[in-house]
């Protein structure tokens, strides 16, 4: 099938480039503090100041009064931060959807292929996809489906289907005359498509369709970002009665092919933009905006002011006091502004020094602050998107501002099993970050994690 890319402009934001981060949050829930402490990360201010110079309140006022009243922005500069790897400098984002370097036998997608009516067009198929894809590497396994159109391979080495894939989509391959389509394999086009599209924290793909009144067939347009794809094809048609050289005759394969498309074109662009980023900056690591808005419920302009300008939010609540008045607030105007929150539980120390809570009282304490907050999000995020946080999906964090220290729970699985083995794999991390929460513990005689 043949998509036609209606307008294309940049969808990948470079991982490298300067990005804005509103810090919002209830009075006295401690955003200034924990802005401090980012300062002093980012070698902006004496670690041993942070926590107590709220250097961000910058007006007499505020310091005299202890409370911010105007947005304060400041940029900083994280050198040891590697813009490629996960989406926090602890790995606390969800990994990437393509292999990385631990994943055994990485396999790739190749769609749009010829249709195969016989035996002998499909091993001539085969011998053709081989030819194409033993280019790049050694094959261990090829599986092509005459009948729909696709194949898929499995290369011996993972730099093999990198290779692959990355040119894949900067020249588009033929076999036996058609363009194909080349993605990394594993979940369908389509979830991929959606997995990708949430990491580079793009708007989520649309698929519209347009009837014809003249004809049989339909046109299915893809949206991603800035980004366009479209097709035709044809309802009702069955496989038997499709010719090779026709578009799908089913909805569900004219989406795949368009979200293998976008796939291609997309990492196309975010390797473009790896390899020009050497060039084009000065110093590695990540330049950040921080903006440290107000938390009186008298001052909500100057939040949304903020908002406007924002890439994203972070929402700061207090472990103890859990969700407030102004947290509701401040996280409506975030969601009205189409700012994407992530939420940070602050104050963590508090439950273990000031409350005294076992660890069970604690789990519960927080699990019902994290709800509350996804109580919220539900009521007013925008529509066709789920922004809702997790400890799961790297969306929460839990420290202490005052005392200058934080983590993830991916973060911190990632740090008990690297410090028992440094090889350890992506999936085992993942595996272990799963069992840090929800209803699972470890049982101390069986050495086993039980739910």
Known sequence: MQASTIKKSSAVRSRNALRNVCVIAHVDNGKTTLSDSLLARGNALNPLKAGRAL?????QEEQERGITIKSTGISLHFADWDPYEADSDDGGGQPSPTPQEGTPSPKVYLGNLPWAKTEDDLKRLQDDVKLVLEKFGNITEVTVNGKRGFAIAEYSQVTDATKCVSEGSKTRFQIQGRDVDIAYHGSSPIVALVQLCEKRRLEPPRYTIEESETTSSSNLTLNVSSVSFSCSFEKGRSERGREPSEDPASLKEAKNALATQALASLESELSSARKAEPESTSEAGLRLSLIDCPGHQDFSGEVTTALRISDGALVVVDCVDGVGVQTETVLRQSLSEKVKPVLFMNKLDRIISELKCSPEDAYQKITKTIDDVNDIIRIYQPEDVDWTVSPEDGTVGFGSGLQGWGFTVYGFASTL???????????????????????????????????
Not at 55 to 59: G, I, S
Not at 431 to 451: C, V
Request: positive net charge.
């Open 417 to 451: 099993l690297k410090a028992k083995n440094p090889d350890v794999q992506e999936k085992d991390i993942q595996k272990m970050a799963k069992k840090l929460w929800g209803e699972y513990y470890h049982n101390k005689h069986t050495g086993k994690w039980q739910d």
């Open 55 to 59: 250097a961000l309140d910058t007006e």
